[in-house]
């Protein structure tokens, strides 16, 4: 029984975030008419009036991000040419980026290198524990267990350094740029600012569940190391 108590809590601690991130972001993304413009409209009218120069804003099929190598804000089409708070709420969290990249935030470049790096740490890892037994088999001298454990590891250990500088990130692109914006802008009417809140929070934590997901496959490596 307490096995399955256990695996209930693993499936909240890794599903649980995703799915109120997506609930919130369904449940007020109902358009409204009385909204002056689309997240789109609000993201350009951002960038040129914070004076983020050389910033664009484009409609992507691949998630609401902004991509600090080509400088431009990505909105999914529904955010893009929507008029809900969702849209609104994620249009600002989006440009938070652009203005901590403006600001030369040194947290957002750190990810901006980390993230390749992390990638290819992962991909040599995984490609050498492909490739371990056939070393074996022609050298025939098996590879130490821990050797293999440390090459699937690597990869792990990198993503996680990418969660522990993301994190923080994407909480200031909500709460340190998007928030103060939207509030002394006056783009969101006082009666909804405590929804905006909710949203921009799930906005920040967008990245949990990835996280989670990497902390429970750190530590079940790491106990299978520690068995040896």
Do not use: C
Not at 73 to 94: C, M, P
Not at 187 to 204: G, M, S, T
């Amino acid at each position: 029984m307490s096995w399955v108590l256990g695996l209930g809590v693993l499936v909240v601690l890794v599903f649980g975030p995703t799915l109120w991130v997506r609930w919130v972001m369904v449940r007020h993304g109902e358009e409204l008419p009385n909204m002056p413009g689309t997240g789109g409209e609000l993201a350009e009218h951002l960038v040129s009036s914070l004076g983020l120069s050389g910033v664009g804003v484009e409609v992507t099929e691949f998630g609401d991000h902004y991509d600090p190598l080509e400088r431009k804000v990505r909105l999914t089409e529904d955010k893009f040419n929507g008029k809900s708070l969702t849209a609104i709420a994620v249009a600002a969290h989006e440009v938070g980026h652009a203005m901590q990249h403006h600001q030369g935030d040194v947290r957002l470049l750190v990810r901006t290198k980390l993230v390749p790096l992390a990638d290819r740490v992962a991909r040599v890892g995984s490609a050498f524990m492909w490739a371990a037994p056939v070393i074996g088999i022609l050298t025939r001298h098996p590879m130490p267990f821990w050797v293999l454990v440390l090459a699937g590891l690597s990869g792990l250990i990198m993503r996680m350094l990418v969660h522990l500088v993301t994190l923080p990130i994407e909480w200031d692109a909500s709460f340190g740029k998007a928030l103060p914006v939207l509030t002394a802008g006056n783009y969101v009417p006082q009666r909804e600012r405590q929804v905006v809140k909710k949203i921009l929070r799930a906005a920040a934590l967008t990245y949990v569940a990835a996280a989670m997901a990497d902390v429970l496959n750190l530590a079940r490596w790491t106990t299978i190391l520690l068995r040896r």
